[in-house]
């Protein structure tokens, strides 16, 4: 596996000089592409220094050994650094989601459980904002659609970062929401005190940086305009400033009403229909390529049940890690970090398996 550090090692400096050039910045899409790329090998090269220079650490202390007590009691603490500098580089060197560093579009929308469904959905996207918020996030509701008690029976949330490295981006942390959350709890509408399980379905599309990248074919859309429906102040219910895009081929529709603006509200559509043709583009690739990995942790069934809320014994569970924990309200509050990352780890650990199996 470390034979090809020497190509990424080339490949950072190469980025490096590019970055350095004012003419690239030009291009913010392109500057974009190589900040993204330049931040990613960074740890890799950091890891790579460290791993060589303790290699050559403990070959100068076992060669001293010999002449210096001093440097024999050195040997077994330097091994034992070098074998976990050499299982950190090993673990950057699994290839990486190439998505991982954009931002997303997350799509809640309620399921079985009437009433109860659509406030679990609330209460879930008030969680990842909160999540956001702790790690310096940026979220924006594009667009809800608000059950009679307060809750969402759908709704379209934008989480957006700054950072360029993808380690931190959020469709590395995001990407393994997608599925059907599991509440059990007695709900509001519930007199009798009884538990009950409703369900809440959670979609995550990585953005797409620019509209480039997905190209609608005006022909091949049907953009509906009428007037917005719920509650709202001036011009929200008075004008046809909801809009409703239905792109042909693949039957997507997406619709918007939260802007008092046609215009913003066709801005926000497309915004979010791109992102989920890039989703569907990239779901065919991977269907076509026999040979393709598909995530142990991130199936494309999107209707798999990966998650359980239970309020009385305020217990989350995930059931693709089998990770549990009992401070669901704190997990509530955004407390997200030790749950999302059973899933890295987990996802890690298959990709692992997956370079052995194939023994490079």
């Given at each position: 596996?470390?034979?090809?550090?020497?190509?990424?090692?080339?490949?950072?400096?190469?980025?490096?000089?590019?970055?350095?050039?004012?003419?690239?910045?030009?291009?913010?899409?392109?500057?974009?592409?190589?900040?993204?790329?330049?931040?990613?090998?960074?740890?890799?090269v950091a890891a790579h220094a460290a791993w060589t220079a303790l290699q050559d650490d403990l070959a100068a202390a076992r060669e001293l050994a010999g002449e210096d007590p001093a440097f024999a009691e050195e040997v077994p603490a330097l091994e034992e650094q070098l074998a976990e500098?050499?299982?950190?580089?090993?673990?950057?060197?699994?290839?990486?989601?190439?998505?991982?560093?954009?931002?997303?579009?997350?799509?809640?929308?309620?399921?079985?459980?009437?009433?109860?469904?659509?406030?679990?959905?609330?209460?879930?996207?008030?969680?990842?904002?909160?999540?956001?918020?702790?790690?310096?996030?940026?979220?924006?509701?594009?667009?809800?659609?608000?059950?009679?008690?307060?809750?969402?029976?759908?709704?379209?949330?934008?989480?957006?970062?700054?950072?360029?490295?993808?380690?931190?981006?959020?469709?590395?942390?995001?990407?393994?929401?997608?599925?059907?959350?599991?509440?059990?709890?007695?709900?509001?509408?519930?007199?009798?005190?009884?538990?009950?399980?409703?369900?809440?379905?959670?979609?995550?599309?990585?953005?797409?940086?620019?509209?480039?990248?997905?190209?609608?074919?005006?022909?091949?859309?049907?953009?509906?305009?009428?007037?917005?429906?719920?509650?709202?102040?001036?011009?929200?219910?008075?004008?046809?400033?909801?809009?409703?895009?239905?792109?042909?081929?693949?039957?997507?529709?997406?619709?918007?009403?939260?802007?008092?603006?046609?215009?913003?509200?066709?801005?926000?559509?497309?915004?979010?229909?791109?992102?989920?043709?890039?989703?569907?583009?990239?779901?065919?690739?991977?269907?076509?390529?026999?040979?393709?990995?598909?995530?142990?942790?991130?199936?494309?069934?999107?209707?798999?049940?990966?998650?359980?809320?239970?309020?009385?014994?305020?217990?989350?569970?995930?059931?693709?890690?089998?990770?549990?924990?009992?401070?669901?309200?704190?997990?509530?509050?955004?407390?997200?970090?030790?749950?999302?990352?059973?899933?890295?780890?987990?996802?890690?650990?298959?990709?692992?398996?997956?370079?052995?199996?194939?023994?490079?």
């Open positions: 596996m470390f034979e090809s550090v020497a190509g990424l090692i080339a490949e950072h400096a190469e980025l490096q000089e590019q970055l350095a050039d004012p003419a690239l910045h030009a291009d913010p899409g392109r500057a974009r592409r190589v900040n993204r790329r330049y931040a990613e090998l960074g740890p890799i500098a050499q299982e950190r580089l090993r673990r950057l060197l699994i290839p990486r989601d190439p998505d991982d560093g954009r931002d997303v579009i997350m799509e809640i929308k309620g399921g079985e459980g009437g009433e109860e469904s659509a406030l679990f959905a609330a209460d879930l996207v008030r969680m990842y904002v909160h999540y956001a918020e702790s790690r310096g996030w940026r979220t924006e509701i594009l667009d809800s659609t608000e059950s009679d008690l307060g809750g969402y029976k759908d709704v379209q949330l934008a989480i957006k970062s700054s950072s360029t490295d993808p380690a931190d981006g959020v469709w590395a942390h995001l990407k393994y929401e997608g599925g059907v959350h599991r509440v059990q709890r007695v709900p509001a509408t519930e007199s009798q005190g009884r538990i009950h399980t409703s369900t809440t379905g959670v979609l995550v599309f990585p953005e797409v940086d620019e509209p480039e990248e997905v190209t609608i074919d005006p022909n091949d859309i049907r953009i509906d305009v009428f007037r917005s429906s719920g509650p709202g102040g001036q011009s929200v219910n008075t004008t046809d400033s909801a809009v409703r895009i239905t792109h042909l081929p693949t039957g997507i529709v997406v619709s918007m009403q939260n802007e008092k603006s046609q215009i913003q509200n066709r801005e926000a559509a497309l915004r979010v229909l791109r992102a989920r043709l890039l989703a569907r583009q990239q779901e065919e690739l991977e269907a076509a390529a026999s040979d393709a990995r598909r995530s142990q942790i991130r199936g494309m069934d999107r209707s798999e049940r990966i998650r359980t809320y239970n309020f009385p014994e305020n217990r989350i569970a995930d059931h693709r890690t089998g990770y549990k924990a009992y401070n669901l309200d704190q997990v509530m509050d955004g407390a997200l970090g030790p749950v999302i990352d059973s899933c890295i780890q987990a996802d890690e650990e298959a990709r692992l398996a997956a370079l052995g199996a194939s023994g490079q």
